[in-house]
């Protein structure tokens, strides 16, 4: 089984200024969930970020920020208990056809949106509010692939236990690079060479 771009949807939680100086790896966790971000919007992957209390953690980097659609600030540990699924599985658009003037059985009915089954989800910490966030997602029904090299948390032990939790889940495990070439697929891509100089 492999990534689909058409049925992605990315999901980052938490890369915030006042919890990235402490966490495990930080620079590079961050760098590559920038690389992540940046790659969705090259594939058209919808992407999303979360941010734990905010007011007393800081807010993403701009960068990051920049690339998502939303960021959803949130109190609970996982994103989903805060407003993530709504965001991740919209509502049906509204039927066509002024509903005065159309008799019910003329009218146009509802279009189901797009679905997209797919979460490639990263973030810190990886053992409470990534761990979470991906579990609540599993009970949602969503594929949840989690970026191993975009995770961290304060202590290399406490993400393992977390990464250890998530597979035995039902969690797919992958690296950035990984989601790159199963976004791409083929070296005939026209966004081949664009995807390569994010990931070098």
Not at 86 to 102: C, D, I, V
Request: some cysteine.
């Amino acid at each position: 089984m492999l990534l689909d771009a058409d049925d992605s949807q990315l999901v980052l939680v938490d890369y915030q200024a006042r919890l990235m100086p402490v966490i495990h790896e930080g620079p590079a966790v961050l760098a590559n969930a920038l690389r992540l971000a940046q790659l969705a919007r090259l594939f058209g992957v919808p992407a999303f970020g979360t941010e734990q209390n905010p007011s007393r953690l800081g807010e993403n980097p701009a960068e990051l920020r920049a690339l998502c659609r939303k960021t959803l600030a949130k109190m609970h540990f996982s994103a989903c208990a805060d407003g993530l699924v709504p965001l991740l599985r919209p509502p049906a658009k509204p039927g066509g056809g002024n509903a005065r003037s159309l008799p019910r059985h003329l009218q146009k009915p509802a279009e189901p949106a797009p679905q997209r089954g797919t979460v490639v989800i990263a973030g810190c910490e990886a053992h409470v509010c990534l761990l979470q966030t991906a579990l609540d997602l599993l009970d949602e029904e969503f594929e949840v692939w989690v970026v191993t090299d975009a995770c961290s948390s304060r202590t290399e032990r406490s993400r393992d236990a977390a990464f250890d939790r998530l597979a035995g889940a039902g969690c797919e495990l992958v690296t950035t690079e990984m989601v790159a070439f199963e976004w791409l697929r083929t070296a005939e891509h026209p966004r081949f060479k664009d995807m390569l100089a994010l990931i070098k």
